[in-house]
């Protein structure tokens, strides 16, 4: 397992990356596990407000997986790099193994790009919907390297992890 997570109700769900699958578990019984979902190449798993959730994997693109297991890509092009693509075509921006993700109460999604040395952002449109969502990169130079600054002035080297505040103002980065 690389990640794992609970949904509003206390399952919990994991991600396998060497099974290319995500398992849930219902309650406190190993007897309980079901195959959620197929999930090749998996590496960070979070749920949004919605109930939804939100997988990346190493194939350069960002999935939401609905409560029945349907998956949409909402992020990503499948290739490989640091680009944050045209605003409103989510589709057209290119990632690369994001380690970590969060979801902010609002729905926004937040990538730790360890390659890259950055965190992008994805911002829903104003119905909630990542269709025409828009990506951008909020912290690091794109460059490895350990400098502060703010937002895009900032060196990231290696960013795996990080964690939102509860009122989503502030965020650490592992």
């Not at 960002?62 to 075509?89: F, K």
């Not at 969060?102 to 449109?125: Q, R, S, Y």
């Not at 909020?138 to 290696?158: E, H, R, Y």
């Amino acid at each position: 397992p690389i990640d794992v997570d609970f949904d509003a109700s206390g399952n919990l769900f994991v991600l396998d990356r060497n099974a290319n699958s995500i398992y849930s578990w219902t309650g406190t019984s190993a007897s309980t596990q079901t195959k959620f979902a197929d999930m090749t190449g998996g590496l960070s798993m979070e749920f949004d407000p919605k109930g939804n959730l939100i997988v990346y994997s190493n194939k350069s693109k960002l999935h939401l997986l609905a409560p029945d297991g349907t998956s949409t890509v909402i992020a990503g092009c499948g290739t490989a790099g640091n680009v944050d693509g045209t605003p409103g075509q989510p589709l057209t921006a290119k990632l690369n193994n994001a380690f970590d993700l969060e979801v902010a109460a609002d729905g926004t999604i937040f990538l730790a790009e360890d390659p890259n040395a950055v965190v992008k952002m994805i911002v829903p449109d104003a119905n909630g919907s990542y269709e025409h969502a828009y990506v951008t990169t909020i912290i690091g130079t794109g460059k490895a390297g350990f400098a502060d600054g703010i937002g895009t002035k900032a060196q990231l080297n290696s960013p795996y992890s990080i964690c939102l505040s509860e009122d989503g103002k502030t965020m650490w980065i592992g």
